[in-house]
């Protein structure tokens, strides 16, 4: 299949068919909030992207930021050929209620260029109430497997959207 063409970004927005293949990792400081089942559990600037080709970035925060949630394994693991082995989880209330099931996942041992994952997760945008990236809200990635989060600031066509399986 072709190259899709990208859509063209105006000023402030990036298009995600300038992300790097193998996916970059970067530092970034906007505010991220997490809502589950009306319940903020993440309100953080502690954030990192990683980004990759046709993907929009997919943020990661710090578990040690959960407010009032903690993470539950699931039991489900899938493989990245860059970040390794993800583990995924529910996120469950202090009170043992389950806010959002099967919403996250981390890389435990990821291997060398991407340690900064080890202690962080990442949701999918749609499994949650909501995801805000500087109190704007996201949009989730479409197809159900890639946890991308979309805001105004990113451009594509995206992969996951229908048609899109051999980019």
Known sequence: MARPTPQQPRPGQESVW????PPRVEADGRRVEVVCDGVTVIDTTDTV???????PPTWYLP???????????????????YKGRA?????????DRVL????????????????????RFT????????????????????????????????VGPFKGEPGTLGW
């Open 18 to 21: 300038d992300y790097p293949r």
């Open 49 to 55: 992207r990683v980004l990759e080709t046709s993907h």
């Open 63 to 81: 578990v040690g930021a959960l407010r009032g949630a903690h993470l539950r394994p699931t039991g489900r693991t899938t493989a990245c050929e």
């Open 87 to 95: 583990r995924y989880f529910d996120i469950v209330a202090d009170d």
């Open 100 to 119: 959002a099931a099967g919403a996250a996942w981390s890389y435990p041992h990821p291997p060398p260029g991407y340690e900064v994952l080890a202690d």
């Open 123 to 154: 949701v999918y945008p749609d499994r949650v109430h909501q995801c805000r990236v500087d109190g704007q809200p996201v949009q989730g990635q479409a197809g159900g497997f890639y946890g991308g989060w979309i805001t105004d600031d990113i």
